[in-house]
């Protein structure tokens, strides 16, 4: 059973930036894809990045791209999330989620496992 766990949420002022972690246990990340989504009050869950093991190519959601950057690490079995220039509406609970090998990512139900969060807040 593959299990996540989330890190590096915290609060920030706007401009400022962040970088969170998603650590794997239990199985590699090996022939998983792995993505970030995120939660503000009120709202659906919406996806953020995602990244594929085999050969880390990388897809963003509109509201991050260019901010954002998703990145691996073999070695430690973690996925990160590097965000720049963080805004208000960046402020939700953030999740790491995998799922086996495939070719559809964007939305919560397309994946398996999940972490608990991690807060992220913007403050302006």
């Known amino acids: 059973q593959l299990q996540l766990v989330e890190s590096g949420g915290g609060l920030v002022q706007a401009g400022g930036s962040l970088k969170l972690s998603c650590a794997a246990s239990?199985?590699?990340?090996?022939?998983?894809?792995v993505g970030w989504f995120r939660q503000a009050p009120g709202k659906e869950r919406e996806f953020v990045a995602v990244v594929t093991w085999s050969d880390s190519s990388a897809a963003y959601g509109s509201s991050v791209k260019g901010r954002f950057t998703i990145s691996r690490d073999n070695a430690k079995n973690t996925v990160y999330l590097q965000k720049n220039s963080l805004k208000p509406e960046d402020t939700a609970v953030y999740y790491c989620?995998?799922?086996?090998?495939?070719?559809?990512?964007?939305?919560?139900?397309?994946?398996?496992?999940w972490g608990q969060g991690t807060q992220v807040t913007v403050s302006s």
């Open positions: 989620a995998a799922r086996r090998t495939g070719s559809d990512y964007v939305e919560p139900t397309d994946y398996d496992y």
């Open positions: 239990g199985r590699t990340f090996s022939n998983y894809v």
